[in-house]
């Protein structure tokens, strides 16, 4: 492995329970890249899930998809695409339409986001799954934990891994592989509330 000093990030990991393969749900290219990257750096195996039913327009999702998809590849790693269903997330969302960014609405939405990945967690056998949402500045770490913490518990035999992927030098990362792999960066979290 590389020493600190080759290293592109700086940031030592230790994942739960010392596991070396873990469940990366994956919101995007431009915030997931550099995650990864410190994922293999430090001798974990992500496993990419792509669930994000809140992505609106269909045409949004997709192309985040793709960029994703093209990353993962690349690295000659898996990624999994999570059922789109826009009209369910929705649904889970009714009534809180005019909430602030940060508000009870983005909690809810990561809680069904992180329900499903750990439910895949579980069904696969990966004890560990953690998630790109938390190296957002625009997002609240503490309702991303209480969200992963929500999962968990309702997916015995999965442990939800509460990592800040904002520090380490993974910011400045970011920007390189977003230049590098001239990723599409989006303006926007994903809903149509947080376009507004």
Request: hydrophobic fraction near 30%; include cysteine; charged fraction near 25%.
């Given at each position: 492995?590389?020493?600190?000093?080759?290293?592109?990030?700086?940031?030592?990991?230790?994942?739960p329970?010392?596991?070396?393969?873990?469940?990366?749900?994956?919101?995007?290219?431009?915030?997931?890249?550099?995650?990864?990257?410190?994922?293999?750096?430090?001798?974990?195996?992500?496993?990419?899930?792509?669930?994000?039913?809140n992505?609106?327009?269909?045409?949004?999702?997709?192309?985040?998809?793709?960029?994703?998809?093209?990353?993962?590849?690349?690295?000659?790693?898996?990624?999994?695409?999570?059922?789109?269903?826009?009209?369910?997330?929705?649904?889970?969302?009714?009534?809180?339409?005019?909430?602030?960014?940060?508000?009870?609405?983005?909690?809810?939405?990561f809680?069904?986001?992180?329900?499903?990945?750990a439910?895949?967690?579980?069904?696969?056998?990966?004890?560990?799954?953690?998630?790109?949402?938390?190296?957002?500045?625009?997002?609240?770490?503490?309702q991303?934990?209480?969200?992963?913490?929500?999962?968990?518990?309702?997916?015995?035999?999965?442990?939800?891994?509460?990592?800040?992927?904002?520090?380490?030098?993974?910011?400045?990362?970011?920007?390189?592989?977003?230049?590098?792999?001239?990723?599409?960066?989006?303006?926007?979290?994903?809903?149509?509330?947080?376009?507004?």
């Amino acid at each position: 492995m590389t020493t600190n000093e080759q290293r592109h990030t700086n940031l030592t990991l230790e994942v739960p329970g010392g596991e070396r393969e873990v469940l990366l749900h994956t919101c995007c290219a431009p915030c997931s890249s550099a995650i990864i990257e410190c994922l293999l750096e430090n001798g974990i195996r992500p496993v990419i899930f792509y669930y994000n039913p809140n992505i609106y327009p269909l045409e949004e999702y997709e192309i985040r998809k793709a960029e994703c998809t093209r990353y993962a590849k690349a690295l000659g790693l898996e990624i999994v695409d999570g059922d789109y269903d826009h009209a369910a997330w929705r649904s889970d969302m009714e009534g809180m339409e005019h909430e602030p960014e940060r508000g009870s609405r983005c909690l809810s939405c990561f809680q069904m986001r992180l329900f499903e990945t750990a439910r895949y967690a579980a069904e696969r056998g990966l004890k560990v799954f953690t998630t790109t949402l938390a190296s957002s500045r625009w997002k609240s770490l503490e309702q991303i934990h209480a969200a992963g913490r929500y999962a968990m518990e309702r997916h015995p035999g999965t442990l939800f891994w509460e990592q800040n992927w904002r520090k380490g030098g993974l910011s400045e990362r970011r920007k390189a592989i977003i230049a590098e792999h001239n990723f599409y960066n989006q303006t926007y979290c994903g809903c149509e509330f947080s376009q507004k």
